[in-house]
């Protein structure tokens, strides 16, 4: 789908899920280290930009609407990654524990993406019965995710801001 199509929240928050997911396998092949570190930089980008989509935009208007705990979970999942994410791009692939913490963000990514997407009780799923107007946040996701591309990439990615950490240093 074009870049400027109309995409409604979750069509346009999965299809974030399914790139990040697919750069996640293209990192377990890639063979050397240039390779190795464009994708993990690529991951850090599409992550940072979507986790901070959905904390602007889609999560504060699920609140009230869904199970509060899942949204509660969902906001610390995201510190996690954001850790993750810090260490990732503060190292290289020279690193002895790079490829490792890249396959832990991987796995805690999975983990994320199913609450998230879940049949039923999951997150989108939950939110579309609640009657939130999808077009709408999709056009705000879209009008923002392409801002923050735009910004990280001419500037590179900021320091991640933790949402619900007040202990631990991203
Ligand atoms: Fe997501
Ligand atoms: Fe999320």
């Known amino acids: 789908m074009a870049e400027n199509s ?22 377990e092949g890639a063979k050397g280290d240039g390779a190795k570190e464009k994708i993990a930089r690529q991951i850090c980008l599409e992550l940072t930009v979507h986790a901070q989509i959905e904390e602007e935009i889609f999560y504060p208007a699920c609140e009230g609407k869904i199970e509060e705990d899942l949204l509660k979970e969902a906001y610390v999942e995201h510190d996690g990654a954001k850790v993750l994410i810090a260490e990732i791009e503060a190292g290289g692939p020279e ?10 963000l991987s796995e805690q990514i999975q983990h994320h993406v199913e ?35 735009a910004t990280y990439q001419s500037s590179g990615l900021p320091r991640p801001e933790p949402t619900t950490f007040t202990e631990a240093t991203v």
Not at 95 to 104: G, H, L, R
């Open 95 to 104: 690193d002895d524990f790079y490829d490792a913490k890249v396959k832990v």
């Open 115 to 149: 609450e998230e997407e879940k049949r039923m009780e999951g997150m989108f799923s939950q939110a579309r019965h609640a009657g939130l107007d999808m077009d709408a946040l999709g056009e705000r996701l879209r009008a923002r995710k392409a801002e923050l591309v």
């Open 6 to 27: 109309p995409q409604d929240a979750i069509a346009l928050l999965k299809a974030d899920h399914r790139s990040v997911e697919e750069l996640f396998e293209k990192f």
